[in-house]
């Protein structure tokens, strides 16, 4: 993306791509969202595609795909062993990361069910940066717990700190003490932390939490499903960074991590999944548990035209102008709302853009679920589709307490290259709107509950009819608009 000034002053991002494959959208009427979001329990996952303006939900599996990576599709090597589509991903993985062994998977949460099952072992500990959501829950399910040892800027919703997803050594040199090295699974960097608003981590700190794996023989794991954002944000923010390569940096990340796994459906604008390392060891003991669970070493569950279209996707990640266009479009979308008064986390990161709900809705308590409830008004107010990431993604604890979010945040993820900056502006205006409207909107209340991951299927009603409060604001602010 292109930092271009703008005669008028203006600061507009500017695409460096143009659109050639178009889908249609719809814009429903308020009255048809209500019903929509009461059908789907209040839970954005469960709203159809055909009542949403704006899917916001995720950037998994729907980034805009390039033409190369449509080209590439169509020449694929289909057979169950030794398709020449995998070799081309197995020697795009060597370019990028130098790692020797390469295991496929189906998506990210398929690494994480082989990578735990390898190596957390009951009563061990897997000491990270911060946790994804279907991470914890294989470590759970393989009997082991994990340590966040963020820096405590990483869960101050509004700070300058430019790598709020680093991980601070002194707590794992602590934990290590501690626990003792032995009972310590393996050392976890997410990329791109995302349930803390997509922040990044530098550099430098991967290379000081690769000298304390070395000290104390433990193995570093890097969840690179964000990466794309990350080697931006290292490049931009990271002064001793600036003139590395994208590449350079990718490389560097590389040797320094024993493991990385990814979810394609993020890294590389497909719909799969990888697992290298140089450890043959390592190698062997997940190799059995692919086949197993994913499919033939060639293929991992995927289909061959998106193993494809990840090797294009990879090697697209090298260039500046693809990675950018997400975090400077974010960029655009969190600054504007600061502007505007919206508490949103700052500084801007990748993945999307996080309204703070507890400051949002300060009236609604953390038991009645305010980023639930903040997706539930937002989708009614725009059409808008976004994702919890707050008090309903924790699980209850053995006893059945509530786990309360150390952030309640509503994620609006932008998907990369998908909307364009009306859409973006439109959004901007809802949302304020909303804002001014804050008091209206009540929280929520299970009425379906899944024990585990209840944020995908479970169902919950609003505490009040705030719901038909907010539809009637709308009509009389807005008047017969959509
Ligand atoms: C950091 C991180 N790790 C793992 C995953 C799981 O990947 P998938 O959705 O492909 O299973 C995700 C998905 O959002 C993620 O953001």
Redesign the pocket.
């Known amino acids: 993306m292109a930092r271009v000034t703008f005669y008028s002053g203006e600061a507009v991002p500017l695409e460096m791509h143009k659109v050639r494959i178009v889908q249609k959208l719809a814009l429903v009427p308020i009255e048809r969202r209500l019903a929509a979001i009461s059908e789907a329990g209040n839970n954005t996952f469960l709203l159809k595609n055909r009542d949403i303006f704006l899917d916001m939900l995720?950037?998994?599996?729907v980034n805009a795909m390039s033409d190369k990576q449509l080209a590439a599709m169509m020449e694929s090597d289909d057979s169950y062993a030794g398709s020449a589509t995998f070799t081309k991903l197995e020697n795009k993985i060597k370019e990028l990361f130098n790692k020797d062994y390469f295991l496929p998977v189906h998506?990210?949460?398929?690494?994480?069910n082989i990578i735990a099952r390898v190596f957390v072992t009951p009563g061990s500990v897997v000491p990270m940066n911060y946790h994804?959501?279907?991470?914890k829950a294989h470590i759970m399910l393989n009997g082991g717990v994990i340590e966040e040892l963020i820096v405590d800027e990483g869960l101050q919703v509004n700070s300058t700190h430019p790598f709020k997803g680093d991980l601070n050594i002194t707590k794992l040199r602590a934990l290590i003490a501690q626990r003792g090295a032995g009972n310590i699974a393996f050392v976890r960097i997410?990329?791109?932390?995302?349930l803390i608003g997509g922040q990044p981590h530098s550099l430098e700190n991967i290379r000081q939490v690769r000298a304390v794996c070395d000290e104390f023989g433990l193995l570093l794991v890097l969840?690179a499903?964000?990466l794309a954002d990350n080697l931006y944000f290292i490049k931009t923010r990271e002064a001793g960074c600036k003139d590395m390569s994208i590449r350079a940096i990718t490389r560097e990340l590389s040797d320094l991590s024993d493991i990385i796994?990814?979810?394609?459906?993020?890294l590389g604008c497909a719909r799969g999944?990888g697992i290298c390392t140089s450890s043959k060891d390592a190698f062997m003991k997940m190799r059995e548990l692919v086949t197993l669970y994913e499919g033939f070493l060639t293929y991992g569950g995927m289909s061959v035209r998106e193993i494809e279209a990840i090797t294009v996707g990879l090697d697209e990640t090298m260039d500046e102008d693809m990675i950018s266009q997400g975090p400077i479009f974010i960029e655009y979308m969190v600054n504007e709302l600061a502007r505007q008064g919206v508490p949103v986390v700052t500084p801007a990161g990748g993945?999307g853009c996080h309204l703070n709900a507890l400051q949002f809705l300060p009236h609604v308590p953390q038991t009645q679920y305010p980023a639930g409830a903040l997706a539930s008004a937002l989708y009614l107010a725009g059409s808008v589709r976004g994702m919890e990431r707050g008090t309903i993604s924790e699980q209850r604890d053995e006893n059945g307490k509530e786990t309360l979010a150390n952030m309640e945040l509503l994620r609006l993820a932008l998907p990369r290259r998908v909307f364009t900056l009306s859409q973006l502006k439109y959004a901007i205006d809802r949302i304020v709107w909303l804002y001014k409207n804050r008091d209206l909107v009540g929280g929520l209340v299970f009425v379906e509950e899944p024990k585990l991951l209840r944020f995908f299927f479970g169902k919950l009603k609003t505490t009040s009819d705030w719901h038909s409060k907010l539809v009637a604001k709308f009509r009389a602010d807005l008047g017969d608009s959509l």
């Open positions: 995720t950037d998994s599996g998506q990210g949460r398929a690494a994480e994804f959501t279907t991470t997410e990329t791109g932390t995302n969840d499903s964000l796994y990814f979810s394609a459906r993020k999944g993945l």
